[in-house]
C-alpha cells in the first residue's frame, strides 16, 4: 500500500524532500572536504602569496614590509631557478618515460606467468610501500662512495678499491637519483598494466594467434592499444607525482653539490628555509604551482577528450 | 606446441630476473638490519656475515642489548613514533574516507552547477606538495596551538588524501547499478537512506583501497611532518629517520631495523586488501 502510493506520487512529480535535495544534497555532500581543504590547502596558498610580495624573512624582527614585485624579479634573474625549472622539466620526462616503458614490458612478461602471479604481484609492489625517504636514506647509501654496495660489487669484479663519488660527481648524481625514482616507482605501472591486460578479452588474443601473428605483433597491435587508457592515466599520475618531487632528492643529495641535482622544489627549500628568505621561497614556490596547476588542468583535458573518444 | 613452451619459458626467466632486481634493495635492507655496523663500514666488504643476530630490533623496542661501540638506536623513542605515526595514519585515513567518500557521492550521483568546476579544483589541489604549504602551515597551526601535536598531523593529512579518496570512491559509486538505488527508493527510502543502505555496503572495496592509499600517504609523508613537528610528541618515523644520522657516524644498522619495521605494517595492509587495491587503481582509469 505505502509502495504504491509512492510510485502514484512520483508520476505527479516530486516530492519537497526531493525537489530540495537536488539543489541542496550535492553541496552539503562537498562541504567538509571543502572545508579541510580551504583550511589546510587555500588558506596557506594565499598566505604565501600575500607573504611574496614583501619582504619577510624567518628572522626578521620588525613586521613584513610590502616590496612589490621585487621577489619575482629576482627570481626571473636567477640563472639557478631556470635551469632547476628545466631540470625538473628533464627528469619528470625521463623518470615517466622509463617507468612506463619498463612497466609495460614487466607487466606483458608477468602476464604470461599464469602460476604464482599473486605472489609475484606482491613482491613487485614492495618498492611502493617503502616511504621516499627510506628510499632516498636506502639508495644513498648503496650508492655511498666508500662503502656502498654498487662500489663493493665493483670492488670485488676488479679487485681494487673502486671508489665513484655517484652522488657527487656531474652527471652520475642525477642518474642515480633517477635509478631510485625508477625503481621506487615502475611498480605502479606494472600494476595497473598488468590489470589492463588481464582485461583484454582472451578471445582477441586466441584469433591472432589462429592469424599466426608473432609475439612482437600481438604486443604492438593488441596489448598498447587496449592499454591506452591506463596508460595516459597512469602517466598522468605520475607525472603530477614526479614534478612535486622533493622528499627523495632531498635525502640523496639536497640538491647540491653546487646545484647540481637541484629540483624546484629542493631549491624553494633552499631559499625559505635554509637561507631563510622566505618571501622570495614563496615566490618561487607561487609561480612553480602556478605551473603546475596549468599543467594539471592541461593532462585532466586531455584524459577527458581520452574517454570520450574510446566511448 | 614447443613454440609456446619456449615463449612461457622466456617470460618467465625475464620476470624473475626483473623480481630479484627490485627485491635486492628490500634484501639488502633486511641484512643490513642484521649485521654488526663495523661489519657494514669496512673495506673489503664483509659479503657473508658469521655476526647476524636481532639486536638492533630489541634495542629499538626497548630491550638491553649488547652495547657495540656507537650507536644502536637505544637512545631513539621508538614507541613515541610509532604512536604518533600510527595516529597520525589511522586517524587522518579515518576522516579522509568518511569526508571523501560523501565528495564522491555528490560527484557521482548528481548533477548540479558547477560539478565539473570542484571536481577539478579538487584535483588541482593536488598539484600542490607538502612542502609548499609546510611553512604557513606552521604559522597557522601555531596561532591554533596545534602545531608539533597529532591532531595538527590529523588534520593536514586528511586535507592531504581527501581528492584522491574522492576521486577513487567516485569510480566506485559508479559502478553501482543506478537501478538498486532507485529500488530502494521506491520501498520509500530517502535519497540519503539509500546511499547509506544501499551504496556504502557495496562500495567495500573501494574503501578497502582508498584506505591503503590514504595510509600509506600518511605513513610515509615526510614534508609536512618535518616542518611542523618538532618533539616526540608528534614525530613520526620518516621525521624520526634522521636520529641514525645525527651523530658524525650514521649508524646505518639502527636506521635499516627501524625502516623494517616502518614497512611491516604497510605490507600487512597491502597484502590484506591486495586485489580491491588493483580494482581500486584500473576503476580510476577507466572511470572517475
Known amino acids: 500500500m505505502h509502495s504504491q502510493n509512492i510510485v502514484l506520487d512520483k508520476g505527479a512529480g516530486d516530492n519537497k524532500f526531493f525537489s530540495e535535495s537536488k539543489t541542496r544534497l550535492p553541496f552539503v555532500l562537498l562541504l567538509p572536504s571543502l572545508v579541510v581543504m580551504f583550511f589546510v590547502v587555500g588558506y596557506p596558498m594565499l598566505y604565501s602569496f600575500v607573504i611574496s610580495f614583501t619582504n619577510y624573512t624567518l628572522v626578521s624582527s620588525g613586521g613584513p614590509k610590502f616590496v612589490g614585485f621585487k621577489n619575482y624579479i629576482t627570481l626571473f634573474k636567477d640563472p639557478v631557478f631556470g635551469r632547476a625549472l628545466l631540470r625538473t622539466v628533464f627528469y619528470m620526462l625521463i623518470a615517466v618515460n622509463a617507468e612506463f616503458i619498463l612497466g609495460l614490458l614487466i607487466a606483458n612478461a608477468m602476464s604470461h606467468v599464469i602460476r604464482g602471479q599473486g605472489i609475484l604481484r606482491t613482491i613487485i609492489m614492495m618498492p611502493m610501500m617503502f616511504a621516499p625517504v627510506l628510499v632516498g636514506f636506502q639508495f644513498k647509501w648503496i650508492f655511498n662512495d666508500q662503502v656502498g654496495l654498487v662500489n663493493n660489487i665493483l670492488y670485488e669484479i676488479f679487485g681494487h678499491p673502486v671508489i665513484i663519488p655517484w652522488l657527487i660527481k656531474k652527471p652520475l648524481g642525477f642518474i642515480t637519483i633517477l635509478i631510485a625514482e625508477i625503481w621506487m616507482n615502475t611498480p605502479f605501472m606494472v600494476i595497473i598494466f598488468l590489470a589492463g591486460i588481464m582485461a583484454i578479452p582472451t578471445e582477441i588474443l586466441e584469433a591472432s594467434d589462429v592469424d599466426g601473428a608473432t609475439e612482437w605483433q600481438k604486443f604492438i597491435h593488441i596489448t598498447v592499444p587496449s592499454l591506452m587508457p591506463f596508460i595516459y592515466i597512469a602517466m598522468a599520475v605520475r607525472s603530477l607525482d614526479i614534478a612535486k618531487a622533493y622528499d627523495l632528492v632531498s635525502i640523496m643529495t639536497g640538491g647540491g653539490p653546487a646545484h647540481r641535482t637541484e629540483l624546484i622544489w629542493t631549491y624553494v627549500y633552499r631559499l625559505a628555509f635554509t637561507s631563510q628568505k622566505f618571501a622570495l621561497g614563496s615566490a618561487m614556490s607561487y609561480i612553480t604551482v602556478l605551473l603546475a596547476v596549468l599543467f594539471t588542468y592541461y593532462l585532466f583535458r586531455q584524459l577527458i577528450r581520452v574517454r570520450k573518444v574510446r566511448e | ?288
Open chain 2, 1 to 288: 606446441m614447443s613454440y609456446f613452451k619456449r615463449r612461457h619459458l622466456f617470460s618467465k626467466i625475464i620476470t624473475y630476473i626483473v623480481l630479484l632486481i627490485f627485491l635486492i634493495p628490500v634484501l639488502w635492507l633486511i641484512y643490513t638490519s642484521m649485521k654488526p655496523n663495523i661489519e657494514i663500514n669496512t673495506r673489503p666488504p664483509v659479503w657473508f656475515s658469521k655476526n647476524m643476530n636481532f639486536d638492533s630490533y630489541l634495542a629499538l623496542l626497548g630491550f638491553p642489548v649488547k652495547h657495540e661501540g656507537f650507536g644502536f638506536g637505544e637512545n631513539v623513542p621508538f614507541g613515541d613514533y610509532f604512536r604518533n605515526s600510527i595516529l597520525a595514519a589511522l586517524g587522518s585515513t579515518f576522516f579522509a574516507l568518511i569526508i571523501g567518500t560523501l565528495a564522491a557521492y555528490s560527484f557521482s550521483s548528481f548533477k548540479f552547477k558547477g560539478r565539473n568546476g570542484i571536481f577539478l579544483t579538487l584535483m588541482l589541489a593536488r598539484a600542490i606538495p607538502g612542502i609548499a604549504l609546510s611553512l604557513p602551515l606552521l604559522v597557522l597551526f601555531t596561532k591554533m596551538k596545534i602545531a608539533d601535536t597529532v591532531p595538527g598531523l590529523i588534520i593536514a593529512y586528511t586535507a592531504m588524501n581527501v581528492p584522491f579518496t574522492a576521486w577513487l570512491m567516485s569510480g566506485f559509486i559508479g559502478e553501482i547499478p543506478k537501478e538498486l538505488s532507485e529500488a530502494a527508493m521506491i520501498d520509500g527510502c530517502s535519497k540519503w537512506e539509500s546511499f547509506v543502505k544501499v551504496e556504502i555496503p557495496l562500495v567495500g572495496p573501494g574503501l578497502a583501497a582508498s584506505g591503503i592509499f590514504a595510509f600509506l600517504a600518511a605513513w610515509n609523508e615526510f614534508a609536512i611532518a618535518s616542518v611542523i613537528t618538532r618533539t616526540t610528541a608528534a614525530k613520526t618515523f620518516p621525521v624520526g629517520l634522521f636520529d641514525f644520522t645525527a651523530e658524525f657516524v650514521s649508524d646505518w644498522r639502527g636506521m635499516c631495523a627501524m625502516s623494517v619495521m616502518m614497512l611491516i605494517p604497510a605490507i600487512i595492509f597491502v597484502i590484506t586488501v591486495q586485489k580491491q587495491l588493483v580494482k581500486g587503481l584500473t576503476l580510476g582509469a577507466i572511470k572517475g
